[in-house]
């Protein structure tokens, strides 16, 4: 029962590492967006 315990934690481990990734990288496409869009506003 221990040793399930441990690859269960292992496990929401590993994916709360994949969740924290995937929102850092969404996050920093949106911005990445919103900095394009006000960039072009300053250009025009």
Do not use: C, D, E, I
């Not at 996050?27 to 250009?43: C, E, S, Y």
């Amino acid at each position: 029962q221990f040793g399930y315990v441990k690859v269960r934690f292992r496990g929401l481990a590993k994916n709360t590492a994949q969740l924290v990734t995937l929102f850092a990288l969404s996050n920093l496409w949106m911005a990445r967006r919103h900095l394009l869009t006000t960039a072009g506003k300053v250009h025009l």
